[in-house]
């Protein structure tokens, strides 16, 4: 079955910097890859998402890449504020529509 | 797109009491429903999913069971809640997570 690694579990960077998370997978039949960020105490808001067939999505200062060879996707936020601190959620889903998911990563946003 | 609606947002419950949470969707029609549960700073563990009424899939073996009465109803119950039950239980549509329910079993 599908396995979803994430990393780094934890980072910290200074406001105004960029972070960037990674993602591997393992069944290269997976073709759907959001993220979502949790903020404490509340569900997971899912805030972009890339398909297969596209290499690289942007929505403001929140951008995902795929590398479907390498199997890996990444998260990039640019001009970080504050208000992204949460925890961030990689996950990959083939057909059955079954999301597995990464571990997580606790980002801080030092002001 | 979906909206998911979970209740009670907390609850604590005895040892030994049943449990019952509710799950309802907007948006969509004839939606896959998933139930998670997350431990306190831990990813999101796959309870049951369920691909229309009345079909049940459960991940891992356990103390809960789910059922799916109606096309836009996901319920997560216990007959006998265990200390170990304690946590965030998530109800998710394909995309989209409820605001979660936090139960403490002391």
């Known amino acids: 079955g599908e396995n979803v690694e994430q990393h780094p579990s934890t980072l910290s960077v200074q406001e105004g910097d960029s972070a960037v998370i990674k993602c591997t997978y393992s069944d290269s039949a997976s073709n759907y890859f959001p993220w979502y960020k949790q903020e404490l105490g509340k569900g997971p808001q899912l805030i972009i998402d890339?398909?297969?067939?596209?290499g690289e999505k942007k929505d403001q200062r929140i951008a995902v890449t795929l590398n479907k060879t390498a199997k890996h996707f990444s998260l990039h936020i640019t001009e970080t504020q504050p208000e992204d601190s949460a925890v961030y959620f990689c996950?990959?889903?083939?057909?059955?529509?079954?999301?597995?998911f990464g571990q997580g990563t606790r980002l801080t946003i030092n002001p | 797109s979906q909206t998911i609606h979970q209740w009670p947002a907390t609850l604590v419950q005895p040892v030994g009491s049943p449990l019952s949470l509710e799950c309802t969707v907007e948006g969509t029609s004839n939606p896959n429903l998933y139930w998670y549960r997350q431990a306190a700073g831990r990813g999101l563990q796959l309870l049951f999913y369920s691909v229309g009424i009345g079909q049940i899939s459960s991940e891992v073996p356990q103390n809960l069971s789910a059922s799916r009465p109606q096309d836009r109803q996901f319920i997560l119950s216990s007959k006998k809640l265990l200390l170990s039950d304690s946590g965030f239980y998530l109800c998710a549509g394909e995309q989209y997570f409820g605001p979660g329910t936090r139960l403490t079993v002391t």
């Open positions: 996950a990959a889903e083939k057909g059955a529509q079954k999301l597995v």
């Open positions: 890339i398909r297969s067939n596209v």
